[in-house]
């Protein structure tokens, strides 16, 4: 049916305190207007239910972008076309931005704001997958004063949002660490502007050492709610990208949404395109540090191919502890690139000895400890450190759980208890040695000999990049 627009009224009283005032007054009854992208669709489809509108368009306080040392704080009613022209919302926050670039047309664009988006409470905007990976905050206002929450709660349902009746919001807060970080966006819709999207993906990443050491990725139109993909970015978050990686991150994705048929797209559809877009996010966070750092990569390698064989088995010497490994890499010289050097190292690794993969694991020191058992480069010492980094942060409890675990693991085994411990958390590496003190003797050398295979996988890739 027809609005008929006489049965409306709108205000502008032009003050924060007079809207929140009005509010408040009559809780439910006005219903704050920004751009009206999204309430004049509504009422032009006499959807419209609100009678009262209260236009907050023009208020300064929320129409500022505040920046300070730690996070930029991006006024509610600010436009897609004040964040697209905004410099450090261009600089750190290109997620933010590729959002503001696709939202609609130029006229929506200047006209539509973030928070008419966030209130909006689509599962479908186009802004919403960013403000989950940044881990923004909003600020809601109204006479009893300021509240601050992150946004990941905001969204309690399809459309349900924690915004009470008698609430503005005023600002929506990102905290300014994430630059530096490889960034991912996609929208995948009938086509990029004005249409709405069928799925859209916000991702951040940062690797270290060829090792995922941190990744947020969220997603739009696959959930009721605009989606955050923890469990995918928990498979994902310490681990070197391999094609199985890749199928386990797909596994996760697909146990984690909640996609649904509706007139832009099938369940089926977003299911597939989600793997595929979490997919590409992953070989493109990867083949970018391949990009970047592939060039020393190459002639780190192309030096040492030429080095004299004494100097070639001390450079990668602190990569692995075995001497019966580095005679067998520097025998097997020259490498074209790193692919062929790590398969080279794996099986290298795989035909030594069980007293070669000893004296490897004797190279390291005890989890919790600086000192490794056996004399050792201070390259491999320094290295370990780095690796057991969590560890040095981790509540007394869980470190003296550690030491007393490591003995026991000791004294069962004959050994020192060996574990990739790049990412991994202190509590994480406790159960893991908890898990493996279950171990019969034989399945744990191997178990370790695996470990001890990544270690050294990430320690050449380490040598290799810097
Ligand atoms: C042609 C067209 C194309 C579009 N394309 C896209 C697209 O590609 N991607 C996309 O995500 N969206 C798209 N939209 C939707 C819309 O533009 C956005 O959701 C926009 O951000 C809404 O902002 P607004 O200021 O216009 O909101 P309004 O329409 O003014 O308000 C929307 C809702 O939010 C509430 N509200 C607004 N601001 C506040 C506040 N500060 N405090 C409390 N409540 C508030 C209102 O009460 C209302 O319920 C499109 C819309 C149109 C008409």
Not at 284 to 298: D, H, Y
Not at 315 to 323: E, H, Q, R, V
Request: charged residues 25%; proline residues 4%; positive net charge.
């Amino acid at each position: 049916m027809r609005s008929n627009p006489s049965d409306y009224e709108m205000v502008a009283p032009g003050s924060l305190h007079a809207i929140v005032s009005l509010l408040a007054k009559e809780p439910g009854v006005w219903v704050p207007i920004a751009g009206g992208t999204d309430v004049m669709v509504q009422y032009a489809a006499g959807k419209l239910s609100a009678r009262k509108l209260v236009s907050i368009w023009s208020l300064p306080e929320l129409r500022r972008i505040e920046v300070t040392a730690s996070e930029i704080r991006i006024g509610a009613a600010c436009t897609y076309s004040d964040l697209r022209k905004h410099e450090i919302v261009g600089s750190e926050f290109p997620l933010l931005q590729s959002a503001a670039r696709w939202t609609g047309g130029i006229a929506n664009q200047n006209r539509g704001t973030i928070g008419g988006n966030i209130v909006n409470a689509s599962p479908a905007a186009d802004s919403l997958p960013a403000l989950l990976v940044y881990g923004s905050e909003l600020i809601l206002v109204s006479v009893r004063g300021e509240r601050r929450l992150p946004y990941a709660s905001f969204h309690t349902g399809y459309k349900k949002t924690l915004l009470a009746t008698d609430e503005l919001l005023q600002a929506v807060c990102l905290p300014r660490r994430f630059s530096g970080y490889f960034t991912h966006a996609r929208k995948v819709g009938a086509r990029n502007a004005q249409a709405i999207s069928k799925v859209c993906i916000a991702a951040l990443g940062r690797t270290a050492d060829g090792v995922v050491e941190d990744v947020r990725i969220a997603l739009g139109s696959v959930a009721p709610v605009p989606l955050r993909l923890t469990e995918t970015e928990q498979t994902v978050r310490g681990q070197a990208i391999d094609s199985e990686l890749l199928l386990l991150a797909r596994k996760a994705v697909t146990a984690e949404i909640r996609p649904i048929d509706d007139i832009r797209s099938t369940a089926r559809y977003r299911a597939a395109v989600t793997g595929n877009l979490v997919a590409e996010f992953l070989n493109r966070l990867i083949s970018e540090r391949v990009g970047t750092e592939g060039e020393r990569g190459n002639a780190v390698l192309a030096r040492w191919n030429r080095l004299p064989m004494d100097e070639a088995m001390q450079a990668i010497l602190p990569c692995c502890g075995s001497k019966a490994w580095v005679q067998g890499m520097v025998a097997r010289r020259p490498f074209a690139d790193e692919a062929t050097l790590l398969a080279a190292s794996n099986e290298t690794w795989r035909n030594l000895t069980r007293s070669d993969w000893m004296e490897a694991f004797h190279s390291h020191p005890r989890i919790g400890e600086s000192r490794p058992l056996q004399s050792s480069s201070a390259q491999s010492v320094e290295w370990s450190a780095q690796e057991q980094r969590n560890v040095g942060d981790a509540e007394a409890t869980v470190r003296i759980a550690l030491v007393d675990a490591n003995r026991e693991y000791e004294q069962r085994f004959n050994r020192v208890f060996i574990v990739c411990a790049t990412g991994k958390s202190a509590p994480e590496i406790l159960e893991i040695l908890r898990r493996r003190l279950k171990n019969d003797a034989e399945t744990d050398l191997h178990e370790a000999a695996e470990q001890q295979r990544q270690i050294t996988e990430i320690r050449l890739r380490k040598w290799l990049h810097g």
